[in-house]
């Protein structure tokens, strides 16, 4: 992998979002390095989607910069995200759902291949090539999911701890260098998140990427992070190692309420 | 895959027969079939698979019908010649049309396409086209015979050329449907938002596929109109659009078969409720098309694919899940209309759902 690893792979910096009066982002700041995984934390409301939504251009933020391999995603359009080795999921899960879950996650080889209207209407060699190639990255990833038993059946059909799994090998199949993940573990219960956490930490070996990781299981996070940036009201209140954040008072204020909860969700579950 | 290769064998040998037992108009009746079946594919690759909803593509079969007609008329181009010149015509003003199309979404393109076919009616009998398209008087066109000396009637080749010129474009429209363009398609259909983060630029599928439609319904058009040997502006009114779009709902909106079943849909139902009274056919129409409509909701199509559900159905309990499917599967899917209307604006429709589980 002949990458430039002088400058970190995504950089943000000084991103504001508003929406109307509210300021759902104030100017945040921070970097994620090659290979690495982040984690981003916040109480509910504190932007954490709004940044992801930013970076993949989905919201055009006011001021402040996005970059990726030392390139501005400012101007870039959306379609060309997923190209340059941006894959992402979505909090609410933003399946095809009437489309099977092999098609769904074929979706995600669109950038990797490049046949047309035509080849494809006449099924030209090259629309084979393509098709086998992907079929081939579809196995494995059906295999990495195990999703084997719902391959033909309708996105939507599926419960919603497996559609978020085939959400994630529609990311994985678009083969990012930074795979973005808002709330994975959000319907999972306590052996799911574990296999998640391994789950991450095999992909960012086998695939060689990097991980953005949004997530309330403060549990997890703490895991698998090798760095966490906290966010609150738009603002980041910390950015660090796992234990750092997790020492800095700001963050013990700001999930005070958040870390009882949490408790109380992992003595529920 | 084999199987399904088998099938349409027998599916088209069946579509020959009828050359042989019927003749005249009832061969000229199977003829209308095959020629709104194509017209009713190219609706479903736009509305059932891309999701962009078209209340106007009879402008488009008027624009492939006056192309035909134009150029065997005027021009004395061979009937089988102006086929795909009038592909290639309609294609360029579906793709046209396709851009404003971009900016508009659910009822509003449902709209401004209805608007197209109210328009193109009274853009044919403008008399600044009059020289070329014979104004409210119309064409009339030769019938062509078989050629090579076939030892057919003129109705049995017109209905063997249109059968194989549908055929082709099944064929080339079901390779296109399956494959990646026809996945991005589909995808844009469902999640617009997603699509676009898995790498599909929304504004070149969709103008394309606009583009195609109107290829595929401005072909049929020109086939048609070798088979009507006619035309005028009054056989392209929005009622033929209107037609169209019930041959579409009918058959399913996402299913290929369905179209054909479409298509016989809107060739004899129309007679059987004439049949049926000769004093309001209109209503005895309407009686049956919403009966059709409850107990298909899905179209004939998304009721092959239901049947085809019942068998994961059995499998989807082995996971410990049975929940029904709302919408249809892909195979065949009867595309949710209303839901389809309903998604205008992606982002936030995704955030008025954002409610944590
Ligand atoms: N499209 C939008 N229109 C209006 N306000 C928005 C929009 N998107 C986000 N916001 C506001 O921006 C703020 C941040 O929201 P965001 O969804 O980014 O929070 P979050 O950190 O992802 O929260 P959660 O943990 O609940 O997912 C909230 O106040 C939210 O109401
Ligand atoms: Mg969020």
Same mark, same amino acid.
Request: aromatic share 8%.
């Given at each position: ?39 981003? +934390?916040?109480?509910?409301? =504190? ?9 993949? $251009? ?36 933003? !399946? ?42 579809? @196995? ?83 895991? /698998?992070?090798?760095?966490? /940036?906290? %966010?609150?009201?738009? %603002?980041?209140?910390?950015?660090? #190692? ?9 963050? +013990? ?17 | ?5 088998? #099938? ?10 009828? *050359? ?5 108009? @009832?061969?000229?009746?199977? #003829? ?41 008329? *005027? ?12 592909? /290639? ?23 401004? #396409? ?37 030892? %057919? ?6 209905? !063997? ?29 469902? @999640? ?38 006619? /035309?005028? &502006? ?20 996402? =299913? ?13 139902? &129309? ?16 009686? +049956? ?11 004939? $199509? ?11 159905? =059995? ?26 209307? =309903? ?15």
């Amino acid at each position: 992998m002949a990458q430039d690893q002088s400058q970190p792979l995504l950089r943000i910096s000084g991103v504001q979002m508003r929406f109307g009066g509210v300021i759902a982002l104030g100017g945040v700041s921070f970097d994620v390095g090659h290979g690495q995984i982040c984690g981003l +934390i916040g109480p509910n409301g =504190s932007g954490k989607t709004t940044l992801f939504n930013c970076i993949s $251009g989905i919201y055009r933020y006011s001021q402040g910069d996005i970059q990726f391999e030392g390139r501005s995603l400012t101007n870039l359009p959306r379609h060309q995200m997923a190209g340059i080795g941006l894959g992402r999921t979505f909090q609410n899960v933003a !399946l095809f759902r009437n489309m099977s879950v092999r098609d769904n996650i074929l979706v995600g080889a669109h950038n990797t291949a490049a046949s047309g209207y035509i080849a494809n209407a006449l099924r030209l060699p090259v629309v084979r090539r393509e098709q086998n190639d992907a079929d081939r990255r579809l @196995h494995e990833l059906l295999d990495l999911l195990d999703l084997r038993q719902v391959t033909d059946t309708p996105a939507g059909a599926i419960p919603f701890g497996w559609q978020k799994r085939v959400e994630l090998a529609r990311a994985l199949m678009t083969r990012p260098k930074l795979l973005m993940l808002d709330e994975p573990a959000g319907g999972l219960n306590h052996s799911e998140v574990d296999e998640l956490a391994d789950l991450m930490r095999r992909i960012r070996r086998q695939l060689n990427l990097s991980i953005l990781l949004v997530e309330h299981h403060m549990n997890l996070v703490m895991r /698998v992070s090798d760095k966490v /940036v906290a %966010l609150e009201f738009g %603002l980041k209140i910390a950015d660090g #190692t796992p234990d750092e954040v997790r020492a800095e008072p700001e963050v +013990i204020r700001a999930y005070l309420g958040d870390t009882q909860e949490e408790d109380e969700h992992a003595g529920a579950a | 895959m084999r199987n399904s290769w088998v #099938t349409w064998v027998f599916v088209l040998l069946l579509a020959i027969v009828p *050359t042989a037992v019927f003749s005249g108009y @009832h061969l000229f009746q199977l #003829t209308m079939v095959v020629v709104y079946a194509v017209a009713i594919l190219g609706m479903a690759i736009l509305v059932g698979f891309n999701g962009q909803i078209s209340l106007g593509h009879g402008a488009f079969y008027a624009i492939g019908a006056y192309t035909t007609a134009i150029l065997m008329t *005027t021009f004395d181009v061979p009937y089988w010649v102006t086929i795909p010149i009038s592909a /290639v015509v309609c294609a360029g003003f579906g793709f046209v049309i396709g851009l404003p199309a971009l900016r508009l979404a659910g009822h509003y393109l449902a709209l401004t #396409t209805f608007a197209l076919a109210v328009a193109v009616p009274q853009v044919l009998k403008h008399r600044w086209f009059e020289d070329w398209t014979g104004g409210v008087q119309g064409l009339v066109i030769d019938k062509p015979d078989a050629p090579f000396g076939l030892p %057919l009637s003129s109705d049995q080749w017109l209905y !063997l050329f249109s059968l194989g010129v549908a055929v082709v474009m099944y064929v080339l429209a079901w390779n296109l449907v399956r494959g990646r363009i026809g996945r991005a398609m589909r995808a844009i259909r469902d @999640h617009a938002t997603a699509a676009e983060a898995m790498g599909i630029n929304l504004a070149m599928v969709k103008t394309r596929t606009f583009a195609v439609s109107a290829m595929y319904t401005g072909v049929a058009g020109s086939l048609g109109a070798i088979a009507v040997a006619f /035309v005028a &502006p009054d056989s392209f009114s929005v009622f033929l659009s209107i037609t169209l779009f019930v041959g579409l709902c009918a058959g399913g909106a996402a =299913s290929i078969p369905g179209t054909i079943v479409g298509a016989v849909f809107i060739e004899f139902v &129309p007679n059987l409720a004439d049949k049926v009274s000769k004093a309001a056919p209109g209503a005895v129409y309407g009686v +049956i098309l919403i009966a059709m409509l409850f107990l298909l909701p899905m179209g004939a $199509g998304g009721f092959l694919s239901g049947l085809w559900r019942k068998a994961v159905g =059995s499998r989807m309990a082995a996971i410990g899940e049975t929940r029904p499917v709302a919408a249809g599967h892909e195979v065949g899917v009867g595309v949710d209309l209303a839901g389809s209307l =309903s998604t205008a604006d992606p982002v936030h429709a995704r955030r008025g759902e954002s409610v944590k589980p």
